[in-house]
């Protein structure tokens, strides 16, 4: 089976099959009978070790709205509090023979461990900093909806970027579909490793928004400074929030994204989180149910009988 562990394994005419596939899915969302059988007889198990509103709930919906099955696996409430392993978790699934695994942890590399061990195919939710395709993929749909195409343009990822999966997705989402891609931070929060990725970086928040076509603001993860320096949420507003006056710095129509969940007043102000013209916050997460029916209808078609990626 093939899994989707990161962007970082996926061509560039790969992500725009999976975007094109995913385009079919917001008409059906927004109908008023969404219901598509595809995955009619499938168990799909999305086991979430780390909490989530947006990821797992549009997981749920898109497997629902194709038909399978679906179970949910919350880790605080598993044997996984009772001391049981993360391979031990992923075989007991496995015996329940689900057919599509969701998973998110905590630790960079986590998923791909349980991926090796499973029969299923497996998608990545979310592990530690490293990689979460699934956002990446509903970023790029909700920037193409809104712009017309993501070639050409100029993305400005803002914030905590050191502590980010999804900063490390969209680089390699958006560079692969030729967006001249920016990382603006402050130095404490941007990684080496992010600087060899080939994006330019910037530590003065003023000219890294410069003629911005897309600015999108991270979440600060205090929770994952563990021992490290955690910046006052007053001061980090003062000089990282976005605000109407810095939002001025990018191009009158630049779009404003953020993977949410949101900090308002940290890393943005609310009246740009709510401005009606700029904000896609709320469409991202439209994009993400019909991102992950594409994911899932894709992943499962060789299990299906049906012509798939492999
Ligand atoms: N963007 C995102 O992954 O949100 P959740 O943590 O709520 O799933």
């Known amino acids: 089976h093939r899994d989707l562990l990161g962007i970082a394994g996926l061509q560039p005419h790969e992500i725009m099959f999976l975007l094109d596939q995913a385009e079919q899915w917001v008409s ?46 919350h880790a605080a409430q598993s044997s996984v509090k009772k001391g049981e392993t993360l391979i031990d978790t992923a075989m007991t699934l496995n015996a329940m023979r689900a057919d599509v695994m969701v998973i998110r942890h905590a630790s960079s590399g986590a998923v791909r461990l349980i991926a090796d061990k499973v029969d299923c195919p497996v998608l990545n939710a979310g592990d530690g900093r490293h990689e979460h395709p699934t956002q990446a993929l509903l970023d790029a749909l909700t920037i193409r909806h809104r712009k017309g195409t993501v070639h050409g343009l100029t993305v400005a990822i ?47 928040f003023n000219a890294g928004l410069d003629g911005a076509d897309v600015v999108m603001m991270l979440r600060l993860q205090t929770e994952r400074m563990t021992g490290g320096f955690v910046p006052s949420l007053r001061e980090y507003h003062q000089f990282w929030g976005l605000t109407p006056e810095r939002l001025a710095r990018a191009k009158p129509d630049a779009l404003v994204m953020h993977p949410g969940p949101m900090n308002r007043g940290v890393e943005i102000a609310s009246s740009v989180a709510d401005h009606p013209e700029r904000s896609a916050i709320t469409e991202q997460v439209e994009m993400g149910v019909a991102v992950r029916m594409a994911c899932l209808d894709v992943l499962t078609r060789r299990r299906r009988g049906v012509e798939g990626w492999e």
Do not use: Q, Y
């Open 158 to 204: 803002c914030g905590d970027v050191l502590h980010s999966r999804v900063a490390r997705s969209n680089i390699l989402c958006l560079t692969s579909l030729g967006a001249d891609v920016r990382v603006v931070g402050p130095p404490t929060l941007i990684s080496a490793e992010v600087e060899r990725m080939g994006v330019k970086t910037f530590t003065d």
């Open 28 to 73: 059906l969302n927004r109908a008023t009978e969404k219901r598509d059988d595809r995955l009619h007889g499938l168990t799909l198990i999305n086991a979430f070790f780390e909490n989530s509103t947006r990821t797992l709930l549009s997981f749920e919906i898109a497997g629902k709205r194709l038909g399978a099955d679906v179970v949910n696996m």
